[in-house]
Each structure stands twice: as C-alpha cells, then as structure tokens.
C-alpha cells in the first residue's frame, strides 16, 4: 500500500520503519531537516511537504504533538488548505496523535463531509513498543473504517482497542496517560525513599515488581538510570516521553475533568509537579526524569 506518513518523531519514526520493512511503499515528511535526513539514510523515502507525501497516498498516517498540529495540518491554517482539501474520497486517515477529543472530533466530522475516512488512534507503549511493533492503539471512528485500518495497525501494534466513535480513541488515552503520570511520580517517590535509607534500587524494584506495587514502569520503564539499560533513564532521560508531552496530556485529561466536573484530584497533583519540573529546564527529558525533581527535594529537605 501507498502509505504517507506525517512526523518522525521518537514515536512516528520507528512506526514509519515498521510499515517500510513490511513491505509497504511510505513517503514520510517532518518539519525537521535532520529526522528526514536521519529515516532518509534508514530506507524512508521523503517528500518536500506534507502535501508532497501524500499525493497519490492510499492512507495517510500522522504522529504529531498537539491539537493545534492536527487541525492546521487538515484543516488549514487560515492561509494556507489542509490536506484535506487535496485528498482523494477514499483515502484512510489515521491520525496517531494525542490530541482533546474534541479536536479528533472535529477534523473527522470535516473528512466525514468530504467522504474520507478517518479514525483516531493514538498510542501507548512508548519508544521501545514504537520500535518493536508492540504498540497499543486505542481507536475511535466508524467500525468499517477501523477494520480498513487494521492490518496497517497491526504491523505498528500489538493491541487493538476500538474504543467508540470518532473521539473516544482520545479519550482513552487521555485516561492511560493520566494514570502512568501519577503511577510514574509514586514509582519514583517508592524508589527515591528506599535509595535514601541505603536500599539498593535496582534490589527494591524487584521486591516492589514482584509484590502488590508491581506496575508498568518497574516492569518496563524504570526511572533510575542503570536499573534498566534499555530506558531512557539509562541514557540520561533522553528519547523517550518528552516531559513536556506528558504535561500536554495531563492539561488535556484536567480540561476534560473540568468540562464534565469530573473529581481527577491526584491527576491534578500530577499535572502540577510536571509543571514545576518542566519550568526547572527538564521540558524535554523523559518524564521518568521527575524521579530528579523528587531527589532534588529531598536533598534540600535533608539539608535544612
């Protein structure tokens, strides 16, 4: 299949891979020059412009960072057409990214009317499931056009969730992410007072994986560098979720909270550590690299 793929970031580009080494014909395009020159030398071939990519596309994928990315990037900015306007009727749209769900809503509710198909999908699994194919993709959109969808997800992915209609793929998502933001700050806060009374981490996070603490993050994502040489704590929080990112999403899950007054107490609590450890200049650091923040605190405390 004829494949365009939109952003080659530290999830999209190992997507995009997957989809070339399986076989498929993909034209991928990033804003940056050096992601297209760095998937260019991988095998991608690469287009000029977002429009350039998909011309001549049977579907088009996009990973992108916010809302606004994804309604400018179809919908137009107020200059310049969406792709949208360029799209032949038919052509699937899968958009990876995590956006409100209002805004999935949106976009779909306009390709709805130009009779293209699209869904929202986006992902959990992080950069080592982008890589290996393993990806969970919580979806939203028409049953017709999921099942189109399928077997391009199932070389990117591992699991598939049709979640609901267009909308409740982001919905979903903005629920996991809520949930690993605050699971990542208790990881880290367990792991940060065991190290302060001599424990070795790497020993307590097997006794904690092992017993009724055991969660994502000891299983797969450990915040302290060495415990897990495949983390990006182990590379100096680098790749990985930006902190930035996980800032987006919990701002997106507390916007929804709020709209439906709904009670997302430690989500908020969450949202605001990550907040002071993004203005303390670790914005684009893994979010597993708040366990510095909690150290640095902790070190001042016992300082006093």
Known sequence: MNIAFLGLGNMGGPMALNLHRAGHTVRAFDLSPAALQAYGAQGLAVAASAQEAAADAEAVISMLPASRHVESLYLGDGQQPGLFA??????????????????????????????IPFID????????????????FMIGGETGDVERARPLLQVMGANLFHAGPAGAGQTAKICNNMLLGVLMIGTCEALALGEAN???????????????GGNWALEKYNPVPGVQPHTPASHDYAGGFACDLMLKDLGLAQDNASQLRAATPLGGLARSLYAAHSLAGNGTLDFSSILRSLQAAQQKSLSK
């Open 198 to 212: 001599g424990l070795d981490p790497a020993v307590l996070s097997e006794i904690m994986r092992r017993s009724s």
């Open 86 to 115: 360029g799209l032949a009727r038919g052509t699937l749209v899968i958009d990876c990214s995590t956006i409100a769900s209002a805004s999935a809503r949106q976009v779909a509710a306009a390709a709805q009317a130009l009779g």
């Open 121 to 136: 999908a986006p992902v959990s699994g992080g950069t080592t499931g982008a890589a290996a194919g393993t990806l969970t």
